[in-house]
């Protein structure tokens, strides 16, 4: 089990979205369909589905426009989703990895590609920085879920394998497998997560001055307003000192 951790610098900046937060439902209604699409459409049966739909509460999606995506999965509405990845370099030597859904290969490559160019980053070829991360299950809850002692002690008692504590969240780590039974176990004991989600948690991070953290975060931005970007990931470290500067 770990101690504090800088995990909000670098995963993708939620503020950014919830500004735009008809972007942010759009999103989440994409994913929650091509869940339900995937598997049955009930939640309580299928996992992914599960985890679309709590990510879509809680960013206080209404409950029609969630099940309005699941009805969906169902309509002949011609849309069809697949999961693509891309994975590419930022400022100061960062690697980000772009999660997307889309119904048009060329064209989400060629704006991701486009994005990368004009903010700083290259596009690279897939493998070019996934071996840096790993794949990892991911439960976030809020700083008043408890303090770091119980968080850790309810944490290991569910069979998670790792949990970062900062002054405004405790994000629990688990295996990919092991994700939906270690946040069934947390919810009995903290309550509902705020976020539970498989994510790419960096190996080593790599920490950036001002100039190139001002780049990126541009960059991470310009990404998160692509329509068929679902989550950015990067393996960045920004100290609260250059956040600050930045404003």
Avoid at 159 to 182: C, F, Q
Wanted: proline residues 3%; aromatic residues 4%.
């Amino acid at each position: 089990m770990a101690g504090h951790s800088k995990f909000k610098n670098i995963m993708h900046r939620k503020g950014a979205q919830d500004k735009k937060r008809s972007n942010l439902f759009s999103k989440l209604s994409r994913e929650i369909t091509v869940a339900a699409k995937m598997g049955m459409p009930d939640p309580d049966m299928n996992p992914r589905l599960r985890l679309a739909v709590n990510a879509a509460k809680a960013q206080s999606m209404p409950k029609d426009n969630i099940q309005r995506a699941i009805d969906k999965a169902s309509a002949n509405d011609g849309e069809n989703y697949e999961e693509v990845r891309y994975e590419g370099y930022g400022p100061g030597g960062s690697a980000i990895i772009v999660e997307a859904l889309t119904d048009n290969r060329n064209r989400t490559a060629s704006n991701i590609r486009t994005i990368f160019s004009k903010n700083g980053g290259n596009l690279g070829t897939e493998g070019s920085v996934a071996h840096g991360f790993e794949r990892k299950g991911m439960i976030e809850y809020p700083a008043s879920a408890g303090d770091e002692e119980t968080v850790l002690e309810a944490a290991i008692e569910a069979g998670a394998d790792d949990v970062e504590s900062s002054e405004d969240s405790h994000v629990i780590w688990t295996g990919m497998e092991a994700l939906h039974e270690v946040a069934g176990a947390l919810e009995k004991t903290l309550g509902e997560a705020s976020e539970t989600k498989l994510a790419w948690k960096p190996n080593l991070t790599t920490e950036l001055d001002e100039s190139a953290a001002g780049t990126l975060l541009k960059l991470v931005d310009a990404l998160d307003d692509d329509d068929d970007v679902q989550t950015v990931w990067g393996n960045y470290d920004i100290s609260d000192e250059v956040m600050e500067k930045l404003g």
